[in-house]
């Protein structure tokens, strides 16, 4: 398993958003969050990516602690665990919180040239493999507000993907999307789920999780619910 959620637990001033919840995800597998608004499927999803701090319980990104409860005490990953932790795991945001002020290309480089885990020159590279990939080609020089808001979101996945995570999380792909985006969407998700990738997807359209779901996780007044379906 590349995800493992066991026993946790996150409050805010007093008020559980969720209890107790456990489960996992295997290398490939494309994982459903759903519920209602405000049931916490967001700080779930910010919790996995080190984003919110638990009150309970641990998570395990492929054999290494990101938490780990120990005599009643959650304790975080050190800091060179953490480093590596990091390059495990991408979030793709709802709305998708490129850099306003760098184009296509600065936007994918920033974090692993700034992080030193990769040289500029290699960055780049890797930049323009994944815009080919997203059928992003020749949108190395445009700025955010110069792209659709499926354009933006592609660069946003391969942000996400430029130290080739095993676990990508979305939080609400299809909020923002037309049907021919959405289709293009769940293609592209396939396509990362075949080639290893964990995927997590917080959302509330159910069609989107009846067509892509392989595992569906629905949170409801704090608890879980897991059911596993075919593989679509
Ligand atoms: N930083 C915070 N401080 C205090 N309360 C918060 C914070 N973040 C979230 N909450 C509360 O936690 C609960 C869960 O919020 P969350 O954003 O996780 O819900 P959600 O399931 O993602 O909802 P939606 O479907 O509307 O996006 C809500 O009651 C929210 O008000
Ligand atoms: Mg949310």
């Given at each position: 398993m590349v995800l493992k959620v066991n026993n946790l637990s996150k409050s805010f001033n007093g008020q559980n958003?969720?209890?107790d919840i456990s489960f996992s995800a295997a290398a490939g597998e494309i994982v459903c969050i759903r519920g209602k608004s405000g049931e916490g499927k967001t700080t779930l999803l910010r919790c996995i990516n080190n984003l919110e701090f638990p009150d309970r319980g641990s998570i395990e990104i492929n054999s290494l602690y990101l938490y780990k409860e120990e005599n009643g005490q959650v304790k975080h990953a050190s800091k060179s665990e953490l480093q590596s932790i990091h390059q495990e795991i991408g979030l793709v945001f709802q709305n998708f919180?490129?850099?306003?002020?760098?184009?296509v290309m600065e936007n994918l480089i920033e974090a692993p040239v700034f992080l030193k885990k990769m040289s500029s020159d290699k960055a780049k590279e890797r930049a323009l493999e994944l815009l080919e990939q997203l059928e992003?080609?020749?949108?190395?020089?445009?700025?955010?507000?110069?792209?659709s808001g499926g354009q933006k979101q592609r660069v946003a996945i391969a942000r996400a993907c430029m130290l080739n995570p095993s676990i990508l999380c979305f939080d609400?792909?299809?909020?923002?999307?037309?049907e021919s985006t959405r289709g293009q969407i769940s293609k592209i998700i396939r396509k990362l789920s075949s080639q290893g990738m964990a995927i997590i997807i917080v959302t509330h359209d159910n069609a989107f999780v009846n067509e892509i779901a392989e595992k569906i996780i629905t949170l409801s007044e704090g608890k879980i619910t897991i059911e596993t379906t075919r593989r679509p």
């Open positions: 958003v969720f209890e919180n490129l850099f306003p002020h760098m184009n992003l080609e020749g949108k190395e020089h445009s700025y955010p507000y110069q792209l609400e792909p299809t909020s923002a999307l037309d």
